[in-house]
C-alpha cells in the first residue's frame, strides 16, 4: 500500500533509522518481490518465512536475545510516534491508535510464552492484553479499513509546507497551498488545485478540473474535464476523463471511470457512515466516507455510488447503475 505514493514499509524504514541498527521484513510468498524493492537500503534485511509463520516469528524473536521493536508492515507508524516509544524507560511498550488497535511495540523477548503468533498483530494484541503498558498513538495508525488509507495519507499532507511544481501548468491554472506535483505531468488549462495536495509523474489533469485539499493522485493518472477530487486516493494507471466527483474514496489501479462518475459521501442526517465488512455493518466513525473501488474496474457511464459501498478488483459496473450495494465480483 502506498501512502502519499511511497510504499508503507519504506516509510516505516525511514521512520526507524534513527533508533535500529538492522530492519529485518519477514515475507512470505512475495519475498523476492520485497528483496528487489529494498536491494540497496542500508540495515535492511529480507528474511522469507516458511509455511509455518507461527512458528518462524516466534523463534526469530527468541533468536535475537534481547528487545525488539515488532510491527506489521501495513502499519503506518509516524517518526513522532517512535521518539515516544523508543524514549520511554519501560522494558515492553506497544503504541495503540485511537481505534485501541495495536500499531507496533517493544517486545521483551525474555520469557516470552510460545504462540500462537500467526503474525505481527496477533503478537502485539498479547502484549496489550498481557503486559497493559501502552502508549496512546497521535498520529500512527493500525491499517485495517480502507479510509484508513486516506486518514494516514492526511497525516503525511498535513506536513507539507511548500509547494514542488516539476510538471506543466498550462494558462489560467490556480494553485492554493502546498501541492507537489511530479516531473512530466501537465496540470491543463482552467484547472484548480487546494493544497496539500500531491500529484505524481507522467499525469493528466484537466482541463477544468478541481483538485481540492487532502488529496493524492499517483503516476500515469488521467483525470479530465470537469473532474473533481476531494480528501480521496487515486492510484496509479487510473483514468477518469470526465466529469466525475471523486469525494473521501479510494479508486485503485488502473481503474476506468465512466463519464459522470459520482460518489456520495454524506449523510442527510449527519450521522456516521457505517459500512458491511465481513457481513456485519461496522461504524466508520466518518460522517464524511465516500466508496472503494479496487484495481482493474471499469464503470459504466452515469455509475453513481452510495456512502460505503465497494466494488471487487476486476469487476464493472453498467451504465447508469446506482451501486447501493457490495459488488463482489
Given at each position: 500500500?502506498?501512502?502519499v505514493n511511497r510504499g508503507?514499509?519504506?516509510?516505516?524504514?525511514?521512520?526507524?533509522a534513527d533508533h535500529v541498527e538492522e530492519i529485518v521484513i519477514l515475507t512470505g510468498d512475495d519475498s523476492e518481490v520485497i528483496q528487489c524493492m529494498c536491494e540497496g537500503l542500508s540495515g535492511v534485511v529480507v528474511e522469507s518465512l516458511s509455511t509455518s509463520a507461527t512458528t518462524d516469528l516466534f523463534d526469530?524473536?527468541?533468536?535475537?536475545?534481547?528487545?525488539?521493536?515488532?510491527?506489521?508492515?501495513s502499519s503506518f507508524?509516524?517518526?513522532?510516534?517512535?521518539?515516544?516509544?523508543?524514549?520511554?524507560?519501560?522494558e515492553q511498550l506497544v503504541l495503540i491508535d485511537k481505534g485501541h488497535a495495536p500499531v507496533a511495540g517493544i517486545v521483551e523477548v525474555e520469557g516470552l510464552e510460545a504462540g500462537p503468533y500467526p503474525d505481527a498483530d496477533a503478537l502485539l494484541s498479547m502484549l496489550c492484553k498481557e503486559a497493559?503498558?501502552?502508549?496512546?498513538?497521535?498520529?500512527?495508525?493500525?491499517?485495517?479499513?480502507?479510509?484508513?488509507?486516506?486518514?494516514?495519507?492526511?497525516?503525511?499532507?498535513?506536513?507539507?509546507?511548500?509547494?514542488?511544481?516539476?510538471?506543466?501548468?498550462?494558462?489560467?491554472?490556480t494553485i492554493k497551498g502546498s501541492v507537489v506535483v511530479g516531473p512530466g505531468?501537465?496540470?491543463?488549462?482552467?484547472?484548480?488545485?487546494?493544497?496539500?495536495?500531491?500529484?505524481?509523474?507522467?499525469?493528466v489533469i484537466g482541463p477544468s478540473a478541481y483538485i481540492r485539499p487532502d488529496t493524492v493522485i499517483g503516476d500515469g493518472v488521467t483525470l479530465g474535464h470537469s473532474v473533481e477530487v476531494f480528501d480521496s486516493v487515486v492510484l496509479s494507471g487510473t483514468t477518469g476523463k470526465h466529469r466525475s466527483y471523486i469525494g473521501h474514496s479510494v479508486i485503485g489501479r488502473n481503474v476506468n471511470l465512466g463519464c459522470g462518475f459520482i460518489t456520495s459521501d454524506y449523510r442527510h442526517d449527519g450521522a456516521n457512515h457505517a459500512t458491511v465488512i465481513e457481513g456485519a455493518k461496522l461504524d466508520s466513525g466518518r460522517r464524511k466516507l465516500g466508496s472503494f473501488v479496487g484495481d482493474d474496474v471499469n464503470t459504466g457511464v452515469h455509475t453513481s455510488m452510495y456512502p460505503g459501498r465497494k466494488i471487487w478488483?476486476?469487476?464493472?459496473?453498467?451504465?447508469?447503475?446506482?451501486?447501493?450495494k457490495d459488488i463482489l465480483g
Open positions: 500500500l502506498p501512502v508503507l514499509v519504506f516509510r516505516m524504514i525511514e521512520a526507524l526469530y524473536l527468541k533468536s535475537t536475545g534481547e528487545p525488539v521493536f515488532v510491527a506489521n508492515a507508524v509516524t517518526s513522532a510516534d517512535l521518539d515516544a516509544l523508543f524514549s520511554d524507560s519501560r497493559g503498558e501502552v502508549i496512546a498513538a497521535h498520529s500512527s495508525i493500525a491499517m485495517v479499513y480502507p479510509w484508513h488509507l486516506i486518514e494516514a495519507s492526511v497525516v503525511v499532507l498535513r506536513q507539507l509546507d511548500s509547494s514542488d511544481v516539476k510538471g506543466v501548468c498550462e494558462d489560467y491554472v505531468s501537465v496540470i491543463k488549462a482552467g484547472t484548480t488545485i487546494e493544497g496539500p495536495v500531491v500529484i505524481g509523474s507522467n499525469c478488483p476486476g469487476c464493472f459496473t453498467r451504465p447508469g447503475e446506482v451501486v447501493d
